[in-house]
């Protein structure tokens, strides 16, 4: 079975400096890998995902991500926030080739202040 | 084009009453979506719906039942509701169940049960 670990809850960040959102997974199988954002009483919106290919897939708002398959880990980074990027951010899974639905992270609130 | 929407936005229960969680998307996918979001736990699967007249139960079916009424809508249903069913539940569609698939989401209805 999948699973994906969002090590950091919550992550304050000032105004224009970088942030990375941590996020593992666990799968015995090749995987695909996604970044949702949700936006304060919105629901989830895709920011980025990676299927196959170059490792590095970047957003049109300015974050990246970067798949490592030896670390398993898919991390969000950019790098000068704004105070429009606060938001909750969720990882997500699912298993490559397969109709697996999405295992989601708990989520990290990424807070960006003044 | 509205994507997907949700009614109702807020709801209050008292223990064992029922209600329907209504959803409607207007891109003409096949596939559709019921999740509960929790404090801490991300998002979890309810139940999910491949194509128009089908339906499979996901990571947390129990207490809960749907409809997959025609392609754009997909309802859940609370037979008696429980205060464990306080939650914030989130509806999204795709366009087909494939583990690449990018899902959109509705606003959520946020629920809550005395």
């Known amino acids: 079975a999948q699973s994906v670990t969002q090590l950091d809850s919550q992550v304050p960040v000032f105004e224009e400096a970088p942030v990375e959102l941590r996020c593992n997974y666990s799968s015995s199988v090749s995987v695909y890998l996604f970044w949702y954002v949700q936006y304060p009483n919105q629901g989830l919106q895709l920011l980025l995902k990676y299927l196959s290919g170059s490792t590095l897939v970047e957003s049109i708002n300015g974050f990246e991500a970067e798949f490592n398959k030896s670390q398993t880990s898919f991390h969000l980074r950019k790098p000068s926030v704004h105070i429009s990027d606060t938001a909750e951010y969720f990882c997500a899974v699912s298993e490559a080739g397969s109709a697996r639905q999405l295992t989601f992270g708990s989520g990290t609130q990424l807070t960006v202040l003044p | 084009n509205a994507g997907v929407t949700q009614t109702p936005k807020f709801q209050v229960l008292k223990t064992g009453q029922s209600m329907t969680l209504q959803c409607a998307q207007d891109m003409n996918h096949n596939s559709m979506y019921w999740y509960r979001q929790d404090p801490g736990m991300g998002l979890r699967l309810i139940y999910y719906s491949a194509s128009e007249g089908t339906t499979d139960k996901g990571e947390v079916p129990n207490g809960y039942n749907v409809s997959r009424l025609n392609k754009r809508e997909f309802s859940l249903r609370l037979e008696s509701a429980a205060p464990s069913q306080t939650s914030v539940y989130f509806c999204?569609?795709?366009?087909?169940?494939?583990?690449?698939?990018?899902?959109?989401f509705g606003p959520g209805t946020r629920l809550t049960v005395l």
């Open positions: 999204a569609s795709s366009d087909a169940l494939g583990a690449k698939d990018t899902q959109y």
